[in-house]
C-alpha cells in the first residue's frame, strides 16, 4: 500500500459488490433466508456505516454487529469501582476518553470529575506513569481497559513501573479477551451467524490460530480483515467464498498488518504480567469463563484491586436498555425502544451509545440520514434499505 486512497476506489468497490452478488446466487442458503456475517470488531462497524457499506451489499446479506468493543461491554458495576476509587482522597484517576462517559449506576466518571474527583484523560498508559512521577504524594491509578489490541502497552508500563521502583503507579485491571466473546456467542441460544470478518487489530498481537476453533468444532468461516471500505469488502467476499464451496476455514486478508503467527514480544508482555480470571462480567452478554485478565501475584503491588476498597457488585443494566441483544446481533439498534428518544449520543443509558465503536452510536451518527454520500459511488449495491441508509462521511 502506498497510499490509504488504494483501499477507497469507487472501480474496485464496484467490482468486489459485482463479486458478491454472483456469490449470493451460488448459496442455497440466500433462498429462503438472509446470510449472517458478524464483523466482531468495533472498529469495523463504525467503518461500515462511515462509508455506507451496509447499503451497498445485496438483500440477502444481513451484517450482525459484534461485542469487539470493550468500552461497549464494559458493566455498571465495573463502572462503578472506577468512580470509587477516582473519589478516593489524593488520588488521580486516568483513563482513555472514550471511557469517561461510560454511565455507571449512580454516575460516569466525567460526572465525578465535575463532582470534584482528580479524573484525567490521557492517550497512553505511560503518561500516567509521567503522572506518578511528577506527583509523588498521590496514588496514580491508570484504568486498564481494552482487549489484547491494547494489553501490551498496558503490560509494559507495569513492566517499566518497576523498573523504576515507582510504587504510587497502580492499574485497575478491566482488560478483556476476544476469543471467549466469540465463542459464547457461538454458544448462545437462538443466534444464527453464518461466518465472521475477525477483529483486524487484535489479530495484530495474537495471530490467527487462535480463531482455529471457529472452523474446526463450529464449521464456520472466520476472515480477519482490515478497516478500509475495501477491505471490509474483500472480507466479506472470501467469507462467501468459502459458504459457497462448503468451506470453513481462517483466512487472512489483513495480511499487510497481521502476522499468522502474532506478535511474539507483546504476547510474552501479557503473559508476564497478566493471568486469566476464572470468569469476568460482559455488558449484555453476562458472566464469561476466562474472558478477562487480572494482575498476577507478582505485581500485586500495582494493583488496584488490592490497593484500594472497591463496591465489586454486579448490576444490572436498565430493564428498558437492549444493548445485550444488539452485542449478540438479535436485534438492531433501532429496533430498541431507548434508541435515538431517552438514550443519545448526548445523554447515553447504554454503553453502546458512548463509545464511537459502539453500535448505536454507528447507527445514530451515520444511519439517520437517507441519502448516501458518493464515496465508493451512487448505487453500487443492492440494499433495499433493511437497515437505515448511511450518510457516508468523506475522509
Keep these: 500500500m502506498k497510499y490509504v486512497d488504494e483501499f477507497r476506489d469507487p472501480e474496485k468497490a464496484q467490482t468486489l459488490v459485482e463479486k458478491i452478488r454472483a456469490l449470493v446466487d451460488q448459496i442455497d442458503a440466500c433462498k429462503s433466508r438472509p446470510l449472517y456475517i458478524m464483523e ?27 461485542p469487539g468493543c470493550p468500552v461497549c461491554v464494559l458493566p455498571m458495576g465495573r463502572v462503578d469501582d472506577c468512580v470509587a476509587i477516582a473519589e478516593t482522597p489524593k488520588v488521580i484517576f486516568t483513563t482513555f476518553g472514550d471511557a469517561m462517559r461510560v454511565p455507571g449506576s449512580s454516575k460516569s466518571l466525567l460526572e465525578a470529575k465535575a463532582g470534584g474527583a482528580d479524573v484525567r484523560m490521557v492517550y497512553s498508559p505511560l503518561d500516567s506513569l509521567s503522572l506518578a512521577r511528577d506527583n ?13 489490541t491494547t494489553m501490551p502497552s498496558t503490560a509494559l508500563t507495569v513492566l517499566q513501573a518497576e523498573a523504576e521502583g515507582i510504587e504510587n503507579f497502580s492499574l485497575f485491571c478491566n482488560h478483556i479477551t476476544i476469543i ?57 467476499w472470501m467469507v462467501l467464498e468459502q459458504l459457497a464451496s462448503g468451506e470453513a476455514r481462517i483466512e487472512n486478508q489483513y495480511s499487510r498488518v497481521v502476522p499468522d503467527e502474532g506478535n511474539g514480544p507483546a504476547l510474552e508482555a501479557i503473559a508476564k504480567v497478566f493471568e486469566l480470571r476464572e470468569f469476568f462480567e460482559w455488558r449484555g452478554l453476562g458472566s464469561i469463563d476466562h474472558s478477562g485478565v487480572k494482575m498476577r501475584e507478582a505485581y500485586a503491588k500495582y494493583d488496584a484491586e488490592r490497593k484500594f476498597s472497591v463496591p465489586d457488585l454486579v448490576i444490572a443494566d436498565p430493564k428498558a436498555c ?29 454503553a453502546l451509545m458512548v463509545s464511537s465503536e459502539g453500535a448505536c452510536a454507528a447507527y445514530s451518527r451515520y444511519g439517520r440520514v437517507e441519502k448516501l454520500v458518493p464515496l465508493l459511488g451512487r448505487g453500487a449495491g443492492t ?3 433493511k437497515a437505515p441508509q448511511a450518510e457516508v462521511e468523506a475522509p
Design 180 to 236: 471467549p466473546a466469540i465463542k459464547a456467542i457461538l454458544d448462545a441460544p437462538g443466534v444464527q451467524i453464518d461466518g465472521f470478518l475477525g477483529p483486524g487489530h487484535v489479530s495484530m498481537v495474537i495471530g490467527n490460530a487462535p480463531y482455529d476453533f471457529v472452523a474446526d468444532q463450529y464449521d464456520r468461516p472466520l476472515v480477519v480483515t482490515g478497516f478500509e471500505p475495501l477491505d471490509i469488502l474483500h472480507g466479506i
Design 136 to 148: 509523588p504524594d498521590k496514588e496514580v491509578v491508570f484504568f486498564g481497559l481494552g482487549f489484547e
Design 40 to 66: 466482531v470488531c468495533g472498529g469495523h462497524t463504525h467503518a461500515i456505516f462511515r462509508y455506507g457499506i451496509e447499503s451497498m451489499l445485496p438483500e440477502e446479506i444481513e451484517l450482525v454487529h459484534g
Design 322 to 350: 437492549q444493548c445485550g441483544e444488539v452485542l449478540k446481533g438479535v436485534i438492531k439498534p433501532y429496533d430498541c425502544k431507548l434508541f435515538g428518544n431517552d438514550c443519545t449520543p448526548e445523554t447515553p443509558m447504554g
Design 383 to 385: 440494499g433495499t434499505g
